[in-house]
């Protein structure tokens, strides 16, 4: 069984930082590409940031760059996604996404960004 499970949202103010973690399990981690989407109330899916298999090729909309940075280690079957100066349009639901031949999902953590 395939299981995708993201953790380190919450609530942080303007400014502040997250590190978001997916733990990845039942999959053959280190062959899957890995990608963070954020959906926020009323708007669809977006794309935040990806990475490869060997985490040599990075890609970021462009509303983040500079500010994520996306990061894997094979070995605790782990993506990470660092946040940095937050702001209130960070906000929303983010998802981890890990893709081979199959697609999956995580179930999502929530960042709000707030003062």
């Known amino acids: 069984q395939v299981k995708l499970v993201e953790s380190g949202g919450g609530l942080v103010q303007p400014g502040g930082s997250l590190r978001l973690s997916c733990a990845a399990s039942?999959?053959?981690?280190?062959?899957?590409?890995l990608r963070w989407y954020r959906q926020a109330p009323g708007k669809g899916r977006e794309l935040v940031a990806g990475i490869r298999t060997g985490g040599g090729y990075t890609n970021y909309a462009d509303s983040v760059k500079g500010r994520f940075t996306i990061s894997r280690d094979n070995y605790k079957n782990t993506v990470y996604l660092q946040m940095n100066s937050l702001t209130p349009e960070d906000t929303a639901v983010y998802y981890c996404?890990?893709?081979?031949?199959?697609?999956?999902w995580g179930q999502g953590t929530q960042v709000t960004v707030s003062s």
């Open positions: 996404n890990a893709y081979y031949r199959s697609e999956y």
């Open positions: 039942g999959i053959t981690f280190s062959i899957y590409g």
